[in-house]
């Protein structure tokens, strides 16, 4: 067993900081053989793209996790449930796949269904928000005969979805994914498209320390004696004080799962849905192509940042930064968990008691990346991710997926997930990328 896990993968999502070149050294890996280079003739990166959605102002944070609570795991349908002719959507608001895209784009159908049975025809909605489950929500309106108008506060579409290239191939800065391919509308999507998958191997991953994984396991057993897990945290299954190895598999297991710290994370969480059974699967061609299949010619006004939602029994009005005033008959809100929980969008009358509570009981938790390109493969060339356990800092850059695996080039994504996330979220690109670097040279000495 490996500190992978399956829902993990799929919920790595993130925001482009920064996008660049490094020179390259002077010397060259040859990669992909049992031998690899030592250390101090590791390759310069020669281009590098990397994430902080903690600093993103539309999203502050990755995607949302489950918090100690009274609320537990009813938490995300008390905050999807509608308040007059306000909705809700977004994937912190799905039962079924929360954390995922396939989340997002159940619930902006949910959303859709809920107000093609109470309007009446031609009725005017906003669908605040781009991703899978605005443009989700927004496609099924529009078909159903009714005005849509897709708001978006960023200058592009996508939300938390958002593809970039690098030496050619797809490098996504959100969302990567479909987990679990069987039963997953994405999958359905991916179908309809004629896009490619790799079916990510999770047995196919080197490096970490099994040991530390399966001593983590034993004191995750005890969960099943928690009397009550909605409000028992993570952290009380495990010793106070932890050896590195330990930590390590902490980390590996729950933190860059969930984007949250033990201490921080429910027991109740594992309890909560995914979307699919069966492998998961990258696209080689970029999760791009799903959301502009979803979105059709659904037009989209970006750079409309959202800072006051006034509701009555006739309709509601979206106030802009700009002062501009759009209104309608209904309005679904579709932000992530984060911008809720900062009080970015101000709602009068002020939101029920009851879904305030969800939104101070979801957590919004963090994963970033950073994509490297080398100028030659120093790594496993088979291995379709390698693990590294850091003794003098558990967690950092413990995890790495090959991207030559996947797309044949010579390309590594690295991830940083919960307080090493944090750490890394303020520095600088080369820190960042020096901070990798060392990661790096210190795997292959």
Not at 43 to 52: D, H
Not at 116 to 124: D, K, L, M, N
Request: with cysteine; aromatic share 6%; charged share 20%.
């Amino acid at each position: 067993m490996t500190g992978v896990t399956r829902r993990w993968f799929l919920t790595a999502t993130g925001a482009v900081v920064a996008a660049g070149a490094a020179s390259a050294c002077d010397t060259t890996a040859t990669g992909g053989s049992p031998t690899t280079p030592h250390a101090s003739s590791l390759p310069e990166p020669v281009a590098f793209l990397r994430t902080s959605w903690s600093t993103d102002p539309f999203a502050l944070g990755s995607y949302s996790y489950l918090a100690p609570s009274p609320l537990g795991v009813s938490v995300r349908e008390i905050l999807a449930a509608p308040v007059g002719r306000l909705h809700f959507a977004g994937e912190a608001t799905s039962g079924e796949a929360p954390a995922t895209q396939a989340g997002a784009l159940l619930s902006g159908r949910r959303a859709a269904a809920e107000i093609i049975e109470a309007a009446r025809p031609g009725e005017q909605v906003i669908v605040v928000g781009s991703g899978f489950s605005g443009l989700g929500c927004a496609r099924d309106l529009t078909d159903a005969g009714l005005r849509v108008t897709v708001i978006e506060g960023r200058d592009r579409v996508g939300g938390r979805t958002w593809t970039e290239r690098l030496d050619g191939i797809p490098a996504e800065m959100g969302a990567s994914w479909i987990h679990g391919h069987q039963g997953n509308p994405l999958t359905t999507l991916l179908r309809e498209t004629g896009g490619r998958s790799y079916s990510f191997d999770y047995d196919n991953v080197v490096g970490g320390d099994e040991n530390a994984v399966a001593e983590l396991d034993t004191y995750l057993a005890k969960a099943e004696d928690v009397e009550d897990p909605d409000t028992t945290p993570y952290s009380a299954l495990l010793p106070r004080k932890m050896s590195p190895a330990l930590s390590y598999a902490v980390n590996s297991v729950l933190v860059q799962e969930y984007g949250a710290e033990p201490e921080d994370l429910a027991v109740s969480a594992d309890e909560e849905g995914t979307a699919g059974e069966g492998s998961d699967f990258l696209l080689p061609d970029g999760y791009d192509r799903l959301l502009a299949h979803v979105r059709g010619s659904i037009p989209v006004r970006t750079g409309a940042v959202v800072t006051r939602i006034a509701r009555n029994a006739d309709g509601v009005a979206v106030t802009l930064d700009s002062g501009e005033i759009l209104r309608a008959d209904r309005c679904v809100v579709t932000v992530p968990i984060g911008v809720l929980k900062a009080g970015k969008i101000t709602f009068e009358p002020a939101l029920p008691t009851r879904k305030r509570e969800a939104v101070e009981a979801l957590g919004s938790g963090l994963l970033d990346k950073l994509w490297l390109q080398f100028p030659s493969v120093f790594w496993d060339k088979k291995a379709d991710a390698i693990e590294w356990f850091d003794p003098t800092d558990p967690g950092r850059w413990s995890l790495w997926v090959n991207g030559h695996r996947t797309f044949g080039k010579p390309v590594l994504l690295g991830f940083n997930a919960g307080r090493p996330a944090h750490d890394h979220a303020h520095l600088t690109d080369r820190q960042v990328v020096d901070s990798a670097m060392d990661a790096l040279r210190r795997m292959h000495a």
